[in-house]
């Protein structure tokens, strides 16, 4: 197992920057393939980003690209998100994961391994 805990969620206008971290231990970091999710209240848990071992490649869904980058440092095991011009939409929390198996997911099934999550709030 990977144990995560996410860190960097607050109060944001909208138009505003937020960095969120994600912290790994229990494995080798740079095993496993890594994703951000968020779930907004009442909803489903959404794949927002990933990105591979090496954190060469990285896969975001339509409704962020170009304003969320994912990265990692696998020296300090540790995973991004960095967002820009957030949205009221962005609104959720925030969820890092880690993929222990081959490949690169996308789904939340996918992903063995969450955190405990980081609250984002976009105010309009």
């Known amino acids: 197992q990977v144990q995560l805990v996410e860190s960097g969620g607050g109060l944001v206008q909208a138009g505003g920057s937020l960095r969120l971290s994600c912290a790994a231990s229990?494995?080798?970091?740079?095993?496993?393939?890594m994703g951000w999710f968020r779930q907004a209240p009442g909803k489903e848990r959404d794949f927002v980003a990933a990105?591979?071992?090496?954190?060469?490649?990285?896969y975001y869904a339509d409704s962020v690209k170009g304003r969320f980058t994912i990265s990692r440092d696998n020296a300090k095991n540790t995973l991004y998100l960095q967002i820009v011009n957030l949205k009221p939409e962005d609104t959720a929390v925030y969820y890092c994961?880690?993929?222990?198996?081959?490949?690169?997911?996308?789904?939340?099934?996918?992903?063995?391994?969450w955190g405990q999550g980081t609250q984002v709030t976009v105010s309009s």
């Open positions: 229990g494995r080798t970091f740079s095993s496993v393939s």
């Open positions: 990105v591979t071992r090496s954190g060469l490649g990285t």
């Open positions: 994961a880690a993929h222990e198996g081959a490949g690169i997911g996308v789904t939340a099934a996918d992903f063995g391994s």
